[in-house]
């Protein structure tokens, strides 16, 4: 009985927001199913080419792994630099924000390390939080300032807390959004035409167009919510997190929300073999829940 109130209480919030127009993103009564709650804060989760889904919990310095083919999670690695936010480059290398250093790191297959980003002009960066790769291999990521216990300092290096790209040869940094309170979230369209951006410190997220040179331009407000983490699926909606999972069309409209049960669900994306399975990352656990539409990216 408590099992079928779930399910329908999930229907009624899937439907009150677009009268029930795209509930079809969703089948019918699915809710999510948690996988694991042993962690202290799962963040990151990151698709390989496989659909294999890599995560961090993060105050445990630790990287896990899904595995499409078992369903099982293992332990893939310890010493992360406190990674956070993970992404797959194209030639399979996880590249992650490790913030114990305010670093970017990427880890190949075997595990080895190297850092191919440790300040900005000299200057330590924030704390590297999110990121996402272009079809060029040039890298997008927010640098946002949370202090962590863990650091002896206690105020940043640098001035503001912008969004920087790294080139695809890691050779330059720039600047290429600003003024923001804290970014956090990102994610790039499938067709690589539009970045979206969070700034959760001001609970809002915005769209730029890319040029071909990497720099963003044509900002505009897309909600007015901010983001932990994000993802998009094939038809170009876009997943916001915080209080569950929160769903917009391309336009801005809320489609869906997702609830979730626990105190704050940090991030989000889609893997599984057929990428059609959307992976939650919230406070101490991870959940996986089936869909009808196969993720962008």
């Known amino acids: 009985m408590i099992e079928t109130f779930k399910s329908l209480l999930f229907a009624i919030v899937i439907c009150s927001f677009s009268s029930c127009g795209q509930k079809e993103i969703i089948p019918s009564n699915a809710t999510p199913q948690l996988l694991s709650d042993e962690f202290q804060f799962t963040e990151g989760p990151a698709a390989d080419s496989e659909g294999n889904i890599f995560f961090t919990d993060q105050p445990n310095d630790r990287i896990y792994k899904w595995s499409?083919?078992?369903?099982?999670?293992?332990?893939?690695?310890?010493?992360?630099?406190?990674?956070?936010?993970?992404?797959?480059?194209n030639k399979g290398n996880l590249i992650s924000c490790s913030d114990?250093?305010?670093?970017?790191?990427?880890?190949?297959p075997d595990r080895n390390v190297k850092v191919i980003l440790e300040d900005i002009n000299g200057k330590r960066m924030n704390g590297p939080n999110d990121l996402w790769i272009d079809e060029k291999g040039g890298i997008y990521f927010t640098d946002p300032y949370y202090q962590r216990a863990y650091w002896n300092r206690k105020e940043p290096d640098l001035e503001s807390k912008n969004v920087y790209y790294l080139s695809p040869d890691r050779s330059k940094v720039r600047v290429v959004a600003q003024?923001?309170?804290?970014?956090n979230g990102i994610i790039g369209s499938a067709d690589k035409a539009l970045l979206y951006i969070s700034d959760i410190g001001s609970g809002k997220t915005y769209s730029y167009k890319i040029m071909q040179d990497g720099s963003l331009t044509d900002k505009e407000l897309f909600v007015e919510m901010g983001s932990d983490g994000m993802t998009l699926d094939e038809r170009g909606n876009v997943y916001l997190t915080g209080k569950g999972v929160t769903i917009f069309d391309e336009k801005g409209s809320k489609i869906a929300n997702i609830p979730v049960d626990q105190d704050?669900?940090?991030n989000v994306t889609f893997g599984g073999q057929n990428n059609k399975t959307l992976f939650i990352t919230a406070s101490k656990a991870i959940y996986k829940l089936d869909m009808n539409v196969q993720g962008a990216n």
């Open 100 to 108: 114990e250093n305010s670093e970017l790191w990427e880890i190949d």
């Open 179 to 183: 003024n923001f309170v804290q970014p």
């Open 68 to 89: 499409a083919d078992s369903g099982e999670i293992s332990l893939w690695m310890e010493n992360t630099g406190r990674a956070n936010g993970l992404y797959f480059d």
């Open 264 to 266: 704050w669900t940090a």
